[in-house]
């Protein structure tokens, strides 16, 4: 049954898995959003459904999770302090830390465990922008 499970993939296709690979958090979501306006493909219904059942179980479900997106809902009045701050945190180009303050709300990182996340959110808000943990 593993090997129907298998998937053979071309010279091509290898080529696109090993570029997406190389890409940052934002370059991949970029691509994700480009793919799903151009093509009508929704990365977002696999997402909802597997948070489906967190959903119900209300406080507890909370309580159990380990990992959360940090997203930058708000730049503030402090901007390049921010900027200076989701540089640090994501190791961005200056430019890119910039366009993704101008662009909030956005993730600025995803999967990240509770107690780092804790600090990112810690350190923006101390430079002035507004964090949600998701």
Do not use: C, H, W
């Not at 080529?15 to 799903?36: D, G, Y």
Request: hydrophobic letters at 45%; zero cysteines.
């Amino acid at each position: 049954m593993a090997d129907e499970a298998t998937i053979e993939l071309s010279s091509e296709e290898k080529a696109v898995i090993t570029a997406l690979e190389k890409l940052n958090v934002i370059q991949l979501n970029n691509v994700v959003k480009f793919m799903e306006q151009e093509y009508g493909i929704s990365a977002a219904a696999p997402m909802a459904m597997a948070a489906a059942p967190a959903a119900g179980g209300g406080e507890a479900a909370e309580e159990k999770r380990n990992q959360y997106n940090v997203e930058l809902t708000d730049s503030g009045a402090q901007k390049i302090a921010v900027i200076k701050v989701v540089r640090e945190i994501t190791g961005l180009a200056l430019g890119d830390a910039k366009a993704l303050v101008d662009g909030a709300p956005k993730i600025i990182k995803e999967a990240v465990p509770t107690a780092d996340a804790e600090a990112m959110k810690k350190k923006i808000e101390e430079a002035g922008g507004k964090v949600t943990l998701k």
